[in-house]
């Protein structure tokens, strides 16, 4: 491994407090869902700056998306199709949804199936893409195995296509990019411990930008990586653009 790639994973250390990730559905056409366990670990790099302290971060046990919320599961709750690639299928990610978009749909999840759905924290995210393990990507060290990434393979793919990571999460790494609760900051200065959303702007009490993770198949491998971070303004649509959901459990 090059020195690159050292600087670029942080170590990693779980207090496993349950069996490995448990998959289950609340509703036919519903999100298929992964119950994690709780457990510590160090999010972040040592570089670039943005994803930079390093950090210890400590969570409560939560329930991920197995794969980016698809077309055919956003058509079941919000009755229409915003994706630029409807001929891709229902089983490709939605995409050309912006963060308030992603919102409703989580909103009115969560009033169909009566459980508490919402978008993953960040240290949520990055809790789940990296599964207990380190590597560059989610799931493995080689890109093409885990991920859809760059314009060669010419769009979205069908969730759930490549190398699933250790926890039996699909796509963390490319597909399109997912949004997350939080609001975008320079960096990890001042992060929460405790895999809470960060939200506004300590400086101003705004929150202009959203933080995105894990590329898409739009944007080179470099942007894929496990600990990589993007924001956006939320109101922007873009056709690499998706999300994922988590459910609190009780």
Not at 149 to 166: C, E, L, R, S
Request: charged letters at 20%; a negative charge.
């Amino acid at each position: 491994m090059n020195l690159l790639a050292r600087l670029l994973l942080p170590s990693v250390t779980l207090l496993l407090t349950g069996a490995q990730a448990a998959s289950f559905k609340d509703c036919a056409d519903c999100p298929e869902m992964e119950a994690l366990p709780a457990g510590e670990f160090q999010m972040g790099a040592q570089m670039p700056p943005n994803v930079a302290p390093i950090h210890a971060v400590t969570l409560r046990a939560f329930a991920i998306g197995k794969y980016e919320v698809t077309q055919g599961e956003w058509k079941a709750v919000m009755g229409s199709n915003p994706s630029k690639s409807t001929t891709c299928g229902d089983a490709c990610p939605v995409e050309n949804v912006n963060w308030h978009e992603a919102r409703e749909f989580v909103k009115r999840l969560s009033s169909r199936t009566g459980s508490a759905y919402r978008l993953p924290t960040e240290a949520e995210w990055e809790y789940a893409c990296r599964a207990g393990e380190q590597h560059d990507f989610c799931g493995g060290s080689a890109p093409n195995s885990v991920a859809w990434v760059g314009d060669q393979y010419g769009g979205i793919h069908p969730v759930g296509q490549k190398q699933p990571n250790a926890w039996g999460l699909y796509d963390m790494s490319g597909n399109v990019w997912e949004w997350t609760q939080d609001c975008s900051h320079a960096d990890y200065k001042g992060a929460p411990a405790d895999g809470s959303a960060w939200e506004a702007q300590a400086t101003t009490g705004e929150c202009n930008s959203r933080i995105l993770r894990g590329g898409s198949w739009l944007s080179g491998p470099q942007y894929s990586r496990a600990t990589l971070r993007f924001g956006f303004t939320p109101k922007f649509h873009a056709g690499d653009f998706g999300f994922r959901v988590v459910r609190d459990l009780k």
